[in-house]
C-alpha cells in the first residue's frame, strides 16, 4: 500500500477558532495565540462540529477491491 499526501488545511487551529467563533459570537475574544484554548473549550463543551472544517486529502494505491468498496460505502453513509 501507498498512501500520499495531496492536500491539508495551512493553519487548521485558526480555522477552527474561526468557525468556533462565528457560532459563539465572541470575534472580540480573539487573540495571539487563542486558538489552543478556545478549541480545548469547545471540545470540553461537546461543540466538535467546528473540527470537520479541518481536511486532509490522501492518495491510496495499491489495497485490495475489498477495502475500495468498504470505503465507498463508508464515504456515502457520511454523504447521506
Known sequence: MKVKLLSITSNPEKLIEIAGRASHLSFNR??????????KMLIKRGHTSVLEHVYATFNISGVSRVLTHHLELLSRQVLS
Open 30 to 39: 480573539q487573540g495571539k495565540n487563542s486558538e489552543k484554548n478556545f478549541i
